[in-house]
């Protein structure tokens, strides 16, 4: 029985739902991770599994994972935002992890509007984003859109949406196997070493694939790319984001490994970041690719807490 599944549905849709906090309670059972909680929070249409870990009065740090990943992601960095003071929380995006959706139809700005009504329930004032691959729509959707809900983002192995060009369009070739994906077929190919460079022991694999052994996630495959990820790839590649600007503070941080999305190029692409945004940095993040906080979890950590602190 899924955890999100567990409880009756509620006269009010916005209304928080407690779930078990056994992670066996869920199926599949959550991977281990000491220190989070795990709750679920009910939109409109939507269920989504947030774990969070770190003082209750911590000021808030949201966590937004790539694919095909999910909160399990930031096993290894949530806890140290957390030792420094930040409630840090962690939720499944729609199609993924443990978040279960109504099945309606996805679109280029669904994750936009997901997150806005996660952070109207949880009553999050400008919480600092962090986000990695396909989080990063979200977060920088919501920046664009809505500044004034975000003291700061950082974004993990992602351009800015002023500095993508054609350069970049070798990163891309894993999208078409995405969007073609055949139900039932594996995405073990990706930890294959091009996307990391410290070996993924199989069972951690297997952690982050679990939720793909629900047939309606497995679906979802398609969708996320079909729908979200390529209009909006479509969306940078035809300048949107060079005719508006970005106000909130923002980090983007680099594999230094991971061609062709390394901090010399891109900041080659981005040319004078003042003609598009208030307040842009670049970082490398040593001996990582794209799967960075796989990597270098200690790394990464230490450049967001740094950021953070000093910006916001």
Sequence with gaps: MNGASAHSEREDPREPVEAPGDPTAWSPPLPAAPGFDHRVVQTA?????????????????????????????WREVAPRLAAAGYRVICPDLRGCGWTEDDGRRYDREIFLRDLVALLDVCELDRPRVVAHDLGA????????????????????????????????????????????????????????GRYHTRPVPDAVIDRYLAPLQDPAKDAAVTKLYRAVAIPEGMTLAGGAYKCTRLRPPTLFLFGALDEPITEKRIRRLAGDTARYAEHVEFASVDGAKHFMTDDAPERVTALVADFLGRVA
């Design 137 to 192: 729509i979200p977060t920088w959707q919501l920046s664009y859109a809505h500044p004034e809900r975000v003291r700061a983002a950082v974004l993990l192995s992602v351009p800015p949406g002023f500095a993508f060009g054609p350069q970049l369009a070798p990163a891309m070739t894993h999208m078409p196997k995405f969007a073609f994906h055949r139900r039932g077929h594996s995405l073990r190919w990706l930890w294959n």
């Design 45 to 73: 249409g939507l269920r989504t599994h947030v774990a969070t870990i770190g003082p209750e009065n911590g000021d808030p740090v949201l966590l937004l994972h790539g694919f095909p990943l999910h909160w399990w992601q």
